[in-house]
């Protein structure tokens, strides 16, 4: 969810920030912001589903592999168990014994062969690869849409017309963007092991980097479409 909505905020404000640079008009930024809310959250959401479902498939298959192995070539297993061992700084009678012992209980050997051997975790009892996709849609889709809600409740006040720029509704825009960015940077951190300010720092400076970037972008065309008329 926090990566997801990260992405959509990203996305998002820049897509605004691009649109304010080019002093276009309110409504241009309502169509192409949520225009492309709604394709990039359903790319997300599947895009997320099938790396899922992709990486359960392909870890559901290898323990299948690994479980046959056990059933049929035990002996062979252990073997290769304590050489990799081994390699890893055990005395040979020590990693011998320690496989010997793990070899009676088959779901732990498995999982103890999927991470030794393979470099992989164990598979999730279910697949919830759907689950994945499904909670980055929305949230793609929520923190997504907060870049544009200033421009949506300005709407009650002043026409679709009105050009947008450096105004109040972009200001909002930003602090809006800015809060919600640090806000999930520092949730991040609990996945990531870093400092809350630092990752909330981090996402905050990499969505000013990308708006910057799509404003300046805006701007410059426009200046040089304008200039050529």
């Known amino acids: 969810m926090v990566f997801g909505g990260l992405d959509g905020i990203v996305t998002i404000f820049s897509v605004v920030a691009s649109v304010a640079g080019a002093r276009l008009q309110y409504g241009?930024?309502?169509?192409?912001?949520?225009?492309?809310?709604?394709?990039?959250?359903?790319?997300?959401?599947?895009?997320d589903y099938l790396s899922s479902k992709a990486e359960f498939e392909y870890i559901t298959s290898e323990k299948a592999r690994e479980a046959w192995e056990y059933d049929n070539y035990l002996e062979g297993e252990r073997r290769e168990m304590v050489e990799i061992f081994e390699t890893r700084g055990l005395e040979r009678a020590d990693a011998a014994q320690m496989i010997q012992i793990f070899g009676k209980y088959k779901d732990?050997?498995?999982?103890?062969?999927?991470?030794?051997?393979?470099?992989?975790?164990?598979?999730?009892?279910?697949?919830?690869?759907?689950?994945?996709?499904?909670?980055?849609?929305?949230?793609?889709?929520?923190?997504?849409?907060?870049?544009l809600?200033?421009?949506?409740?300005?709407?009650?006040s002043?026409?679709?017309?009105?050009?947008?720029?450096?105004?109040?509704?972009?200001i909002i825009a930003i602090l809006l963007s800015a809060l919600s960015l640090f806000v999930l940077g520092s949730v991040k951190a609990k996945f990531t092991g870093q400092k809350w300010w630092k990752s909330g720092g981090v996402m905050l400076?990499?969505?000013?980097?990308?708006?910057?970037?799509?404003?300046?972008?805006?701007?410059?065309?426009?200046?040089?479409?304008?200039s050529g008329k």
């Open 158 to 170: 002043v026409p679709a017309s009105t050009e947008a720029g450096f105004d109040t509704a972009f």
């Open 205 to 226: 400076a990499n969505g000013a980097l990308a708006a910057g970037i799509a404003y300046g972008i805006g701007f410059a065309l426009s200046e040089l479409i304008n």
């Open 28 to 47: 241009v930024v309502l169509i192409m912001g949520f225009s492309n809310l709604l394709a990039d959250a359903l790319a997300m959401g599947l895009g």
């Open 149 to 156: 809600f200033s421009y949506l409740f300005s709407l009650i």
């Open 108 to 147: 732990l050997f498995l999982d103890l062969m999927m991470v030794s051997e393979l470099g992989l975790m164990p598979p999730p009892e279910k697949d919830e690869s759907a689950k994945d996709g499904i909670v980055t849609f929305f949230a793609f889709l929520f923190f997504g849409s907060i870049p």
